[in-house]
């Protein structure tokens, strides 16, 4: 069987299947909760992809929101971390592990993207090197199984798409964006969009902080600020918009590509779309220059 190994398993989240459900459970029982689920249908999320000690219950609160009821086929857009590319990569792999039950992944949309000419194939090493996808995957296996036993009707129905996002020029989110819609608008496919938002620190290389100009007196205020700001950009699905905030503030959002990539899509999509953010918290609340945070936000993105 070609499988992708769930490598991150074990360091980045709970090996064990009973406690992983568990935790996963906890936390979106408390998101939904505190979050109203919409009762409008759900076309995409955007979750962060950190270990789930920081970022978990941030993500449910995405996750919480989505119905995979009637959904076919999920694909997952994440980012590189540590190798760079232009052509946007897709799995190898026909089978994602998960310790909540394996993926399968859709290899006839893969194939018709690849013939494209705008997708490559992702280097097996290099897909299980990267987390930002892998991090998704227990919680789609979560609201798929819905906690049953591993091998269901529902596993065999939904299919996934996994796709690493690279360093995209503006011409490449267009045309994949122009690849990608065909997918999009139909009524059974979802996307999950994989981002971590701001990384301050001195080992991030990034620490801005402008009190006088945002009137914020406390920096972890400034990185609220500072992503908000790129937030309600995305909310507004102003693209050009997005990369200029991206060029003028430097603002470590490690997803980029896979977001300007979402808002390619929704730009060439005949549904109306609203993004609305549902959550947002940091790692840490920053004091001083010693001091670092990752910014994790979740948001549903609506057809209305």
Same mark, same amino acid.
Request: aromatic share 8%; hydrophobic share 35%.
């Given at each position: ?20 459900? @568990? ?12 979050? +109203? ?32 009821? +009637? ?16 052509? =946007? ?13 394996? #993926? ?8 018709? #993207? ?39 009707? +529902? ?6 798409? =996994?796709?690493?996002?690279?360093? $995209? ?14 997918? %999009?608008?139909? =009524?059974?496919?979802? %996307? ?16 801005? %902080?402008? =009190? ?33 905030? #991206? ?14 990539? $979402? ?13 609305? %953010? ?16 990752? @910014? ?9």
């Amino acid at each position: 069987m070609n499988v992708r190994r769930a490598t991150k398993a074990g360091s980045w989240y709970e090996l064990d299947r009973c406690i992983l459900d @568990s935790q996963l459970q906890e936390w979106l029982d408390k998101s939904a909760a505190s979050e +109203t689920k919409t009762s409008k249908k759900i076309k995409s999320i955007i979750a962060p992809h950190a270990g789930y000690s920081y970022s978990g219950p941030t993500a449910a609160y995405a996750y919480q929101s989505i119905d995979t009821s +009637t959904a076919k086929v999920i694909f997952i857009l994440g980012p590189s971390h540590h190798v760079h590319f232009t052509k =946007p990569q897709i799995t190898s792999a026909d089978t994602l592990e998960t310790p909540l039950g394996n #993926l399968t992944v859709n290899t006839a949309i893969r194939d018709q #993207l690849l013939h494209t000419g705008l997708f490559e194939v992702c280097n097996r090493e290099v897909d299980e090197d990267e987390h930002s996808i892998e991090m998704q995957l227990p919680y789609l296996a979560k609201v798929i199984h819905t906690g049953t036993a591993i091998e269901t009707e +529902t596993e065999n129905k939904i299919t996934v798409v =996994p796709i690493m996002v690279g360093s $995209l020029c503006d011409t490449a989110a267009v045309r994949c964006g122009e690849a990608l819609v065909r997918y %999009f608008d139909q =009524p059974d496919v979802l %996307f999950v969009i994989s981002s971590d938002f701001c990384h301050w620190g001195k080992r991030f290389r990034y620490q801005p %902080f402008e =009190p006088y100009d945002s009137g914020c007196q406390q920096i972890h205020q400034y990185i609220s600020h500072l992503d908000k700001q790129g937030m309600t950009l995305i909310e507004a699905k102003d693209r050009e918009g997005f990369v200029s905030y #991206l060029e003028s503030t430097r603002n470590t959002i490690c997803g980029r590509y896979p977001i300007i990539l $979402l808002l390619a899509i929704i730009e060439k999509s005949c549904l109306n779309i609203a993004i609305r %953010f549902v959550h947002y918290t940091q790692s840490s609340a920053v004091t001083s220059k010693s001091d670092s945070s990752v @910014s994790y936000a979740s948001a549903v993105v609506e057809e209305v």
